[in-house]
């Protein structure tokens, strides 16, 4: 079975700074795809960014980008030029590539402050 | 376009009584799942469906039952609450499996508390 863990449960940044989240898997399969979810105090859950494991290159989503690193299964989001909307639960997923698995594995989540 | 929805938004059952949370897309989605977030867990999930009239366990399903007769439409069931079930739920859904790795979407959640 698959897991994610991230170990950091509770980050905080200044405004304007730069912060990373990390979160290490543990799968044995070699089609995947990962995910980091942003849950702020009204509970949706919304999603951030992706990455397909078959891509070498890292994903970027204006601010946010990540540092994917498949043989250490590592996935740290990195969030540039921290804006107070930021604050909030974020969590990383695990998906299996295989055609109709579907399920999220979900980490516990780190929750991010930002300070003014 | 309303994306994912789910009522109610928060909900108060004593022990023992029955309820259904409602779930529903509007965006054409085959794959619908049910999710519940207790604190320092995450989010795992209870059931899933890959289209109308299919449904399956996820990873914690006892005590919910799920069906699924519209592409539209994924309630949850919890037939008899016991004070474990008090939690947030998440429906999410996604395209067919066929188009594999694009997102979940999902709806606000509903508050569950279980007395």
């Known amino acids: 079975a698959q897991t994610v863990t991230q170990s950091q449960p509770e980050m905080s940044v200044q405004e304007a700074e730069t912060v990373t989240l990390s979160c290490t898997y543990d799968t044995s399969e070699s089609d995947y795809y990962l995910f980091w979810y942003k849950q702020p105090p009204s509970r949706q859950m919304i999603l951030v960014i992706r990455?397909?494991?078959?891509?070498?290159q890292n994903a970027t989503e204006n601010r946010f980008s990540v540092n994917f690193q498949k043989a250490a299964k590592s996935f740290s989001l990195k969030i540039s030029d921290s804006q107070l909307g930021d604050a909030a639960m974020y969590f990383c997923?695990?998906?299996?590539?295989?055609?109709?698995?579907?399920?999220?594995?979900f980490g516990t989540g780190t929750r991010l402050t930002i300070i003014p | 376009n309303a994306g994912v929805t789910q009522t109610p938004k928060f909900q108060v059952l004593k022990t023992g009584q029955s309820m259904t949370l409602q779930c529903a897309q509007d965006m054409n989605h085959e794959y619908m799942s049910w999710y519940r977030q207790d604190p320092g867990m995450g989010l795992r999930l209870i059931h899933y469906s890959v289209g109308a009239g299919i449904t399956d366990q996820g990873e914690v399903p006892n005590g919910y039952n799920v069906s699924r007769s519209t592409t539209e439409d994924f309630p949850l069931r919890l037939l008899s609450a016991a004070p474990s079930q008090t939690s947030v739920y998440f429906c999410?859904?996604?395209?067919?499996?066929?188009?594999?790795?694009?997102?979940?979407?999902f709806g606000p959640g509903t508050r569950l508390l279980v007395l």
């Open positions: 999410a859904s996604s395209y067919a499996p066929v188009l594999a790795g694009l997102t979940q979407y």
């Open positions: 997923a695990y998906r299996s590539g295989d055609f109709g698995n579907e399920k999220l594995t």
């Open positions: 990455q397909e494991a078959y891509k070498q």
